[in-house]
């Protein structure tokens, strides 16, 4: 016959066992639900990252780049047509014995500027020096202007003088001299073109090239 009766003092200690028990298990159960939700409280904030500001500052400078445009380059401008000053003075192309030899009836003429349209009103347009000597008697003058020009005012002289007069060979040897005459409003119209200078003499004395061979030697040699 099985035993029921229940002694007091084993009663007793199984009921402080029992609690204990019951209040370890509450305790793991309650430690083991804060343990999970932490963990997802862990995953929610690695999985939703907040952008930082260094983050920001890439994203707007991707999407607005700045672009450095390239300067544009300047057209080469063109030089312009022009002659430089002369030194030399009227005396230093033909002296008054140089134009005496020439014929002994031409002196200075005082009151000389250039005939308007002619080469030496050209000449003076291109900073050329111009000069005239007058027929004492006949008042007719020789007129002679001497430009330096640049490259480009050369070319275009020559050019000019090449589709207005005839080549002359007699005044210089090409290319180191270039000679051109015309004779044209009653006025006979010599060219020379050298490295340096171009040389111009107008006079209706000049009836041929040949005419003005004379002074023009006269004027390249003082020009040197």
Known sequence: MTDTRVYP?????????????????????????????L?????????????????????GA???PTTSAEPASSP???PEATGAPITQICG????????????????????????????????????????????????ELIEVSVVAPNDVLMAALK?????????VPTYGTPPTVDGFFTYSGGSG?????TGTYWITLSTPAFGE????EGLLSVILAHLG
């Open 9 to 37: 003092s084993f009663a007793r200690t199984a009921a402080r066992t029992g609690g204990a028990s019951t209040r370890r298990r509450a305790g793991l159960m309650l430690t083991g639900g804060a343990l999970f939700a």
């Open 62 to 64: 991707s999407a607005d």
């Open 189 to 193: 119209q010599a060219q020379v073109f």
């Open 92 to 139: 230093d192309l033909l002296t008054l014995q140089d134009v005496y030899d020439f014929n002994p009836n031409y002196g200075s003429a005082p009151d000389y500027s250039p005939t308007a349209d002619g080469l030496a009103a050209t000449a003076a347009t291109y900073n050329g020096l111009t000069c005239g000597w007058s027929n004492q008697t006949s008042g």
């Open 159 to 167: 050019q000019q003088a090449d589709a207005d007069s005839q080549a």
């Open 39 to 59: 963990l997802l409280a862990g995953c929610s904030a690695g999985g939703e990252p907040t952008p930082t500001n260094s983050a920001v500052a890439t994203s």
């Open 209 to 212: 090239p040949g005419d003005a």
């Open 76 to 78: 080469t401008p063109t």
